[in-house]
């Protein structure tokens, strides 16, 4: 078994992170998605709305977080035991990519909650 050191384990958890969610949410790979899933009109309290239910388990293990991110994690880190040198390029570039996009949801969220408060405070100085 080839030892993986604890900044190569951390670009295998970013990267399969980032795969993940490039299968489950990311509008681009909507074409792989699109035909192992049917829209689904559900009524709420707030009215009616449209949600995309699986077909098969194939279409179920392309909208499941769970179940993609264990499978990103076996091609990911399968790969990297059995092509260390090929996989590392893609391994480099999926936790970039990872890494940035939690940063930018850390970022995104901070500044709704500026705004937010931003808004609480005017209402506030207008009474």
């Not at 604890?6 to 490039?22: F, G, N, P």
């Not at 999926?94 to 890494?99: E, N």
Request: glycine share 6%; proline share 2%.
């Amino acid at each position: 078994m080839t030892d993986i050191s604890w900044m190569t384990y951390l670009m295998l958890i970013l990267a399969s992170y980032r795969l993940t969610h490039l299968i489950v949410f990311d509008k681009i790979t909507e074409f792989i998605r699109k035909p192992f899933v049917k829209k689904v009109k559900v009524e709420t309290n707030e009215g009616t709305t449209t949600k995309e239910v699986p077909t098969s388990m194939f279409g179920y293990l392309l909208k499941c977080y769970w179940c993609a991110g264990v499978w990103s994690a076996c091609i990911l880190g399968g790969s990297y035991l059995l092509f260390p040198r090929i996989t590392f390029v893609i391994i480099l570039i999926f936790s970039i990519a990872g890494g940035q996009s939690i940063i930018e949801t850390f970022v995104g969220v901070n500044i709704k909650k500026v705004d937010y408060y931003s808004s609480l405070n005017k209402k506030d100085n207008k009474k």
